[in-house]
């Protein structure tokens, strides 16, 4: 009985763990991508699944999210989705990470 609850739980352990280092990658990418604009800011990161969502307040346009998907390959796996919502109310789907480049943004 022991080994059966302990594997879900070693595997629950695992995931939460990777979850906390791509959170920790997207916000660390974030932050650098949205530092580029005076008094821009990353407000939170959330990673749920296969989507990562980054919170930010820009004063003005925020820079192209190109520079933010090339800066998140390699960290965390292709195919997760980034999202990135803006102070305004605006969100925007920068792209899929190993996936084709945008053609715009």
Same mark, same amino acid.
């Given at each position: 009985g022991l080994v059966l609850v302990t594997i879900p739980l070693l595997a629950n352990?695992?995931?939460n763990a990777l979850v906390?280092?791509?959170t920790q990658r997207v916000s660390n990418a974030a932050q650098a991508w949205v530092g &580029? @604009? !005076?008094?821009?800011r990353v407000?939170?990161?959330?990673?749920e699944?296969?989507?990562?969502v980054i919170s930010i307040i820009c004063p003005g346009e925020p820079p192209s999210v190109s520079e933010l998907m090339k800066a998140l390959d390699g &960290? @965390? !796996?292709d195919g997760v989705q980034i999202m990135v919502d803006t102070s305004v109310g605006t969100q925007?789907?920068?792209?899929v990470v190993g996936g084709p480049p945008r053609t715009s943004g």
């Open positions: 352990s695992v995931a906390a280092l791509w &580029q @604009v !005076p008094g821009a407000t939170g990161v959330t990673v699944s296969r989507t990562a &960290q @965390v !796996p925007i789907d920068a792209g």
